[in-house]
């Protein structure tokens, strides 16, 4: 077989080579099995009882595989490998390194573990830029040096190997760029979030100063809608970039704001029961503002305790509000001329994904609201 096997690369300047190698932050990295079993592969395929996976950092060569040999790295000035990314050639071949002037007194050949054969593939980058080289090691020459099933066996692993850089590379880019993306959607929730506290703060300003009770009462259920996207964007800022929020933890601040907000709250025992639930962060407030007009309607209207619950069910969730008093034998939320529940019902049309019903099996008022997730959530 040939010494070596010719292939174009482009021309290259070190500082770029050293770039692009500190683009993958694979230098001083534990060891990973991947990379372990790649040299034990190139090994056996070579039948050599050494190999590595070597990269050329700017006064080193680095291991970030091994088989064979005890030591993590070795001076870049006695690099076979530093010589191997050098040659316009993707495989290097040394017969016999006690033989070759270049080589014959570096200390791994004149010394332990007395190196005589190497066989190194190129690691380059898509622009030509060369990192390093799998290569396989014997402390006997071989003056045939290697077979072409075993030249083209090498270089595959090569390509192998940069194809697991790019991979790592192209994952820690993606979770930089989320984490990225979670601090800015953070802080625009968190924005949003005060602007909507501030008309919150104004409506209900507005429903103290009124003197008349009617429009006070309407500007506190105005600021308690107003609350349910203030809420969520509170959530938002929390969790983060993510798709789904806690759901349960959404309504139960809900639950709580409105219990200290409503007068009609006052003196009651107002409760949440649910464990903690992934739901769409986009269509959380429709069961949001479901639970404000239905809590709204238990203050107003209802007595005693008030408890909101939920639970999850098949592609959905169930949610229920309940309090002591007991609703008139015809109340029909289908025809119900109120504006709180016109908007239950207008919002549940609008999803056409869920129903109210009325638990008559019940001597208190319970309000059921179903809900599935949508298909694209």
């Not at 924005?191 to 006070?216: D, H, Y």
């Not at 509170?234 to 759901?247: F, I, M, S």
């Not at 429709?286 to 098949?314: C, D, M, Q, W």
Request: hydrophobic content about 40%.
């Amino acid at each position: 077989m040939p010494d070596t096997i010719p292939a174009a690369r482009p021309d290259w300047r070190e500082e770029d080579r050293l770039s692009a190698l500190r683009s993958y932050d694979i230098l001083d990295t534990p060891p990973e099995k991947t990379f372990d079993d790649f040299v034990k592969i190139a090994a056996e395929i070579c039948h050599t009882p050494m190999a590595l996976v070597t990269l050329i950092d700017e006064g080193r060569q680095w291991f970030k595989a091994k088989l064979g040999l005890p030591i993590d790295e070795t001076p870049r000035d006695v690099s076979v490998c530093s010589h191997a990314i050098r040659q316009n050639q993707d495989l290097f071949i040394v017969p016999d390194l006690a033989t070759d002037p270049r080589f014959q007194q570096f200390p791994a050949v004149a010394d332990v573990p007395h190196l005589r054969f190497y066989g190194g593939a190129v690691l380059a980058t898509d622009e030509g830029l060369p990192l390093g080289t799998v290569c396989v090691l014997d402390d006997r020459p071989r003056p045939e040096g290697l077979t072409e099933t075993q030249e083209r066996a090498l270089a595959s692993l090569a390509r192998q190997v940069m194809a697991q850089f790019e991979l790592r590379r192209a994952l820690r880019e993606r979770d930089e760029a989320l984490r990225e993306k979670d601090i800015l959607m953070k802080e625009i929730h968190h924005r949003v979030k005060n602007s909507l506290s501030a008309v919150q703060t104004l409506l209900t300003m507005q429903a103290e100063l009124s003197a008349f009770p009617a429009a006070a009462d309407e500007l506190r259920e105005s600021a308690a809608r107003v609350s349910t996207f203030s809420a969520m964007h509170e959530q938002l800022y929390r969790t983060g970039a993510k798709g789904d929020v806690d759901l349960a933890a959404y309504l139960r601040q809900l639950v709580q704001e409105q219990a200290r907000s409503h007068s009609g709250a006052a003196g009651r025992a107002v409760r949440f029961q649910g464990l903690p639930l992934e739901w769409p962060a986009s269509e959380a407030p429709t069961l949001g503002l479901i639970l404000v007009e239905l809590l709204t309607n238990a203050f107003k209207y209802g007595r005693g305790a008030v408890t909101t619950s939920l639970e999850p069910v098949e592609d959905g969730v169930r949610m229920r509000v309940e309090d002591e008093g007991q609703l008139p034998a015809d109340f029909d939320p289908a025809h119900s001329k109120g504006f709180g529940m016109s908007i239950v019902q207008g919002l549940l049309e609008t999803q056409g994904r869920g129903g109210l019903e009325v638990d008559r099996s019940r001597p208190s008022t319970s309000l059921t609201v179903t809900l599935k997730r949508s298909a694209a959530a």
